[in-house]
Nanobody
Framework: QMQLEESGGGMVQPGGSLRLSCAASGRTAGRLTMGWFRQAPGLEREFVATMRLSSRHTYYADDVKGRFTISRDNAKNTVYLQMASLKPEDTAVYYC???????????????????WGQGTQVTVSS
């Protein structure tokens, strides 16, 4: 059983930066993909970024390309989401997710992921 725990959320002014962390624990098997989703009140959960851990291939939603970067620290078994040039519309609860054996066409689909963290709030406001 795999467990995920997000941290690093908070309030930041527009144009600022913030780094989220997702610490993974527990035993895993198969091809592991880890990513980030977000959900604002009244809106559906949406894909943000994801990474194939073995190859470190990354994929980003169009709205965050060039501003967000997903990375991994193998020694700490942690995935990060570095967010820059933050906008008010980035405000949401950010969730870390992990999936085993995901195909490329499912990487942006939340239902395809097997494990989820509890979420961390990101608020972009002056």
């Amino acid at each position: 059983q795999m467990q995920l725990e997000e941290s690093g959320g908070g309030m930041v002014q527009p144009g600022g930066s913030l780094r989220l962390s997702c610490a993974a624990s527990g035993r895993t098997a198969g091809r592991l993909t880890m990513g980030w989703f977000r959900q604002a009140p009244g809106l559906e959960r949406e894909f943000v970024a994801t990474m194939r851990l073995s190859s470190r291939h990354t994929y980003y939603a169009d709205d965050v390309k060039g501003r967000f970067t997903i990375s991994r620290d193998n020694a700490k078994n942690t995935v990060y989401l570095q967010m820059a040039s933050l906008k008010p519309e980035d405000t949401a609860v950010y969730y870390c997710a992990a999936g085993l054996g995901l195909i490329t066409s499912s990487l942006g689909t939340g239902a395809a992921y097997d494990y989820w963290g509890q979420g961390t709030q990101v608020t972009v406001s002056s």
